[in-house]
């Protein structure tokens, strides 16, 4: 099988979102398979311990890179935390034939490089009808769950601590939006909490940016809001969750002018190229 241009791929990967802009990946591609590694150099070990949040943005790469090789062609299975021994040795994709791309694989691609920046105050206009769906729909092949916050007003009152008198999540630009705005929050998780339903949740969280995106709109990802293992436990309690909310995603019209983008970490820092094995 030809070899694809893994320095594209790669490149595509290292556009995905991470906590903190902190990119804390590694790639090595042989020439039937891309291995996914968490960068421990770019640990945050105030913010992010269990390296939760690291972990999802991992998973986000993943799927970034899936979507470059769907476009580019190729087809490929995601095996996640093969177990030989490196916990850092997050995802393994591996090739398995030809594909003709559809309009949707290019669709999505395209999308990876025009994704609005994080963090943009949104617009206070309604998202299309049954996008809440589409979002629930687009998060099933991962074995994620992705469901619309029922009163955006009451869970963020409840985040604060309000209503809980517990844990306090701060107030800010991390709040969802209240009443009286349009974008849409969403839940987004996994059956369990470990590396493995992180990974899951970041790959979906990807799947659903791009959808996003590609939809006209902009999507910012919030997960420390969610950072305390008691604040997960006790939202799902509340929400009669099938596992704990690995993140809230804040979906919404972008502004008219786009501000400042990231900049990915040069491929040639991220990605080692092997021969095959054998
Ligand atoms: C797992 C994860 C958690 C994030 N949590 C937050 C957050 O709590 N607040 C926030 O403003 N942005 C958050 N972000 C967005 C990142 O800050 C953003 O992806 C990064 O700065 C790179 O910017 P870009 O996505 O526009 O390329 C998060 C992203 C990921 C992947």
Redesign the pocket.
């Known amino acids: 099988m030809e070899v694809p241009d893994w320095a594209q791929v790669v490149a595509a990967a290292t556009?995905?979102?991470?906590?903190?802009?902190s990119?804390p990946w590694q790639f090595v591609a042989a020439p039937d398979r891309l291995d996914v590694f968490l960068d421990r150099d770019r640990a945050l070990p105030v913010l992010d311990p269990t390296a939760?949040?690291?972990v999802?943005?991992c998973g986000?790469a993943v799927e970034f890179a899936v979507v470059a090789l769907s476009a580019a062609g190729y087809d490929g299975e995601v095996y996640l935390l093969t177990d030989d021994g490196d916990p850092d040795h997050l995802a393994t994709i591996t090739l398995t034939g030809r594909r003709e791309p559809t309009e949707e694989d290019r669709t999505l691609a395209e999308t990876i490089g025009h994704?609005?920046?994080?963090?943009a105050a949104l617009q206070p206009r309604a998202v299309p009808t049954g996008l809440a769906d589409r979002l629930q729909e687009e998060g099933h092949p991962y074995g994620t769950w992705v469901t619309p916050v029922p009163e955006p007003a009451e869970l963020a009152a409840w985040l604060r601590g309000e209503s809980s008198g517990g844990d306090v999540v701060p107030d800010g630009?991390?709040a969802p939006p209240g009443e009286g705005t349009r974008p849409i929050v969403v839940l987004l998780g996994a059956d369990g909490d470990d590396r493995y339903a992180w990974l899951q949740s970041?790959r979906a969280?990807g799947r659903l940016?791009l959808v996003a995106t590609a939809e006209g709109l902009a999507a910012?990802?919030?997960?420390?809001?969610l950072d305390r293992p008691a604040v997960r436990a006790r939202i799902q309690a509340r929400l009669s969750l099938a596992g704990p909310p690995?993140?809230l995603v804040r979906i919404g019209r972008p502004p008219e002018a786009s501000g400042a983008?990231?900049k990915?970490r040069p491929v040639g820092e991220v990605l080692r190229l092997v021969p095959a094995a054998g």
Do not use: C, F, K, N
């Open positions: 556009r995905a979102p991470s906590i903190h802009d990119q939760r949040q690291q999802i943005s986000s994704r609005h920046p994080v963090g630009p991390d970041g969280l940016l910012s990802p919030l997960t420390q809001v690995q993140m983008e990231s990915p």
